[in-house]
T-cell receptor, first 114, second 115 residues
């Protein structure tokens, strides 16, 4: 169990640029989740995958956000035309399928928009 | 309106003191989880409580699920500087035995324990 890995850990970019984050889940976990967390607040759900299928997207996930998990393993989260309000920590988590299966979180990607 | 209301939002105490953090809602949950998050890291699951009235202990941490499964508390005895962090409660979205996967978190309690 090598844990959930996220890359990069930090990203600084100018407003209007596109950014892409990667998440590598725990290998035997078929569920993968993306959350966003602002300073001093709890994480907010963005979207989740079961294998390669994206099963739910939050209203927080505007048209500028897209997530993929093409082979049911790693996932990418892309933000196009970044805005100041996109500055946050983006957390990835993975779990096995089933009720009350614990989610294991990565250490996140901190995005700062200049 | 937050589904889960955590209180207090901030807590600053001296080493050796006891403290309690609360997580309240008007909704009934099948289970509730507590996480601890340190700066620059992801949340780490501490415990899951499932049964109304359940009490679980993890060293100096005691977790209780309300009888009606609407609220929970986390009590820390003899706090230490290493307990410093953001404490989050969270509930999974389950309905009719189907797990919908996503977690809804409270806004968290930021705990600082001074030496």
């Amino acid at each position: 169990d090598t844990g959930v890995s996220q890359d990069p850990r930090h990203k600084i970019t100018k407003r209007g640029q596109n950014v892409t984050f990667r998440c590598d889940p725990i290998s035997e976990h078929n569920r993968l989740y993306w959350y966003r967390q602002t300073l001093g607040q709890g994480p907010e759900f963005l979207t989740y995958f079961q294998n390669e299928a994206q099963l739910e997207k939050s209203r927080l996930l505007s048209d500028r956000f897209s997530a993929e998990r093409p082979k049911g393993s790693f996932s990418t989260l892309e933000i196009q035309r970044t805005e100041q309000g996109d500055s946050a920590m983006y957390l990835c988590a993975s779990s096995r399928q089933g009720p009350d299966q614990p989610q294991h979180f990565g250490d996140g990607t901190r995005l700062s928009i200049l | 309106t937050q589904l889960l209301e955590q209180s207090p939002q901030f807590l600053s105490i001296q080493e050796g003191e006891n403290l309690t953090v609360y997580c309240n809602s008007s909704s009934v949950f099948s289970s509730l989880q507590w996480y601890r998050q340190e700066p620059g890291e992801g949340p780490v699951l501490l415990v899951t409580v499932v049964t109304g009235g359940e009490v679980k202990k993890l060293k100096r941490l005691t977790f209780q699920f309300g009888d009606a499964r609407k609220d929970s508390s986390l009590h820390i005895t003899a706090a230490q500087p290493g307990d410093t962090g953001l404490y989050l409660c969270a509930v999974p979205h389950n309905a009719g035995g189907t797990s919908y996967g996503k977690l809804t978190f409270g806004q968290g309690t930021i705990l600082t324990v001074h030496p």
